[in-house]
């Protein structure tokens, strides 16, 4: 595929997008306020006339994994102003929590030659930077034309997403051509990258920003949800982390069976999408599980079953209260999430089989020996309740995970150095 026909059928996919806004507008209203910004119209005042760093991070995971580099860019900016864009409202309201007003926030544009355009004369950014696997044909070519730079920072590319990208052709090639840098996760994300056409001086690999999480200054914000969720430290806690459609009824039912062994055990259970709260509550509670959410702002009773975390940017805090956690988006074909949050705070991990987005993470976690991958017939419920009776296992487990993620620290100073190039006067 070209990129001319690519921004014809962006033009013409317009209407669809919107549609699709206003349509998940229903449940969440910010996906109505990106209507116009989206298109590059009624954008927020600069504030500032000199050249801007422009980072997009797509929704939470992303913005949770560059949150890091973002605080350690903003000390660096003098008076450079750095812009987030997002495309989810969670993403938004996590960017929001996290940075205020110290930086600039608006809705990544529909990557049409136009929406693009407007986009770019209004911000008129010094630097471009990417995240993980967002590669945008139109923005980056626009980016090119400007002589402005694009980054790909913490990349990473699995071997589904690659074929996928493969199957663009020239469009893909032209693409990842653009890019001034590609900063990868792993040796096997370099050589996907390289095989779609990078090439060798464009491309390094440097680790995941994702090993440098700051657990100590995590831990105060833990021993305060701890005293919430089990007071006197008396609940053996199961975090199930980032959920999805079709995989919450396997956990709660893998819980049932754990509860059977471990009366005491609490499930901590937080969907990968906030909005979908409703929709878990009823099925726990159809389930004959007694459940509180987190938004009722008051302590766990000893009676409740499951904790429904439906609040934005407590997931990390959860995971350290954790005697075992449980990775999400692994029991259906979602590719897995992120289980370094867990493992940074010596937190067993438990997955299923999916992880392909994570595979490299995962292959290494648990050949170290902190994490455990399902087979695809093995039974949740079953590991669960092995694991609970193991208490040596999984203090092993933990150990070893936490001093793997250790090892692995770094990636956050190389890539922050790396975009500080860029802008450096």
């Known amino acids: 595929m070209t990129r001319f026909l690519y921004s014809i059928l962006m033009r013409l996919s317009v209407p ?19 209507l116009r910004q989206r298109l590059g119209f009624d954008l927020p005042v600069t504030g500032s006339s000199g050249p801007m760093v422009w980072i997009h991070a797509v929704s939470v995971g992303e913005t949770l994994a560059v949150a890091p580099l973002i605080e350690s860019l903003l000390s660096s900016l003098g008076e450079r102003r750095l812009l987030v864009t997002s495309t989810t409202p969670t993403g938004a309201a996590q960017v929001q929590r996290l940075f205020g007003d110290r930086v600039l926030r608006t809705w990544f544009p529909i990557d049409t030659p136009g929406a693009v355009r407007r986009h770019l004369d209004h911000w ?101 949800l701890m005293a919430i969720i089990s007071p006197g430290n008396r609940r053996w806690i199961l975090v199930a982390a980032s959920t999805h459609p079709g995989e919450e009824e396997i956990v709660v039912n893998a819980f049932k069976d754990l509860k059977e062994q471990r009366p005491d055990a609490l499930l901590v259970l937080a969907p990968r999408h906030p909005e979908r709260s409703n929709a878990v509550a009823k099925l726990v509670q159809s389930a004959g599980l007694r459940l509180m959410r987190r938004t ?95 208490e040596e296992r999984l203090q092993s487990m933990g150990v070893a995970g936490q001093r793997w993620v250790a090892e692995k620290r770094g990636a956050l100073d190389l890539q922050c150095a790396l975009i500080q190039s860029y802008y450096s006067d």
């Open 16 to 34: 669809i997008v919107l549609a699709r806004l206003l349509w998940r507008s229903r449940r969440n209203p910010g996906y109505r306020a990106q």
């Open 124 to 224: 008129q950014p010094g630097v471009v930077v990417l995240v993980e696997t967002e590669i945008w044909p139109n923005l980056i070519h626009g980016c090119g034309l400007r002589d402005c730079p694009v980054l790909l920072v913490n990349a990473r590319l699995s071997a589904r997403s690659a074929r996928g990208y493969a199957r663009l052709g020239d469009l893909s090639r032209e693409a990842i051509g653009g890019l001034r840098h590609i900063a990868c996760q792993s040796r096997a994300d370099a050589r996907r990258f390289k095989m779609l056409g990078g090439a060798s001086e464009q491309i390094s690999v440097v680790g995941s920003i994702k090993y440098d999480i700051d657990i100590a200054q995590l831990k105060d914000g833990r021993d305060a």
């Open 296 to 390: 009722e702002s008051r302590p766990v009773a000893s009676y409740d079953d499951v904790l429904l975390l439906d609040t934005l940017g407590e997931l990390a805090l959860a995971q350290g209260t954790a005697r075992l956690a449980f990775i999400g988006g692994s029991l259906v074909s979602r590719g897995g999430h992120n289980p370094l949050e867990a493992a940074a705070w010596g937190v067993p991990v438990i997955s299923g089989a999916s992880v392909d987005n994570f595979a490299t993470i995962y292959r290494d976690l648990t050949r170290t020996g902190g994490a455990l991958v399902l087979q695809p017939k093995e039974n949740l419920g079953t590991c669960l309740v092995r694991l609970a009776a193991d």
